[in-house]
């Protein structure tokens, strides 16, 4: 026969166990755009280190970046090629400022703008530039990911909008 009071036990931690674990699934599928928010941090620190691995782990596996004046890196080892070509010829340090964000379902989008030092390493030549950015994510079972960054370049257009 069961001990009544170690059976109201077990289904007490029983209950608790379930609770943390909806709580953690809603807080892991959260709407909140402050998780896209923290992503662009992680962004722009990979930038400054100069860590393309680190860059292609906040991508889906069929992410996509879209750099002004080349061809689009599709998939993750298009993407670590993308980013090992970049640091390679060029030293980032930007800053992101955050426009907008839409959060719909599985899918997020935001809208930035980015300005920061950039150097060419073949040459030694550091200027100031401004980029305007549109970043769109997807929700995975790890979160929210990366599924395509787009940026150009605002030459000639002062401060991008």
């Known amino acids: 026969m069961s001990n009544p009071s170690r059976t109201s036990r077990r289904a007490l931690l029983a209950a608790a166990t379930v609770a ?16 896209l928010l923290a992503i662009m941090e992680r962004y722009a620190a990979g ?43 060029l030293k980032l340090d930007v800053a992101f400022e955050i426009k907008e964000t839409e959060v719909v379902g599985d899918m997020a989008w935001l809208r930035a703008t980015s300005r920061g030092r950039i150097r060419t390493l073949a040459s030694g030549v550091e200027a100031t530039e401004s980029f305007n950015d549109v970043v ?25 909008q």
Do not use: H
């Open 20 to 35: 943390m674990v909806a709580n953690n699934a809603r807080a892991q599928t959260s709407d909140d755009p402050a998780q």
């Open 47 to 89: 930038l400054r280190w100069g860590t393309a691995d680190a860059l292609v782990a906040l991508y889906t596996s069929d992410g996509v970046f879209i750099r002004d004046n080349l061809p689009a890196a599709a998939g993750t080892e298009a993407l670590r090629a993308a980013y090992r070509q970049v640091f390679a010829t």
């Open 136 to 160: 769109i994510f997807r929700r995975t079972a790890a979160g929210w990911r990366i599924r395509c960054y787009m940026y150009n370049a605002a030459k000639g257009a002062g401060t991008p």
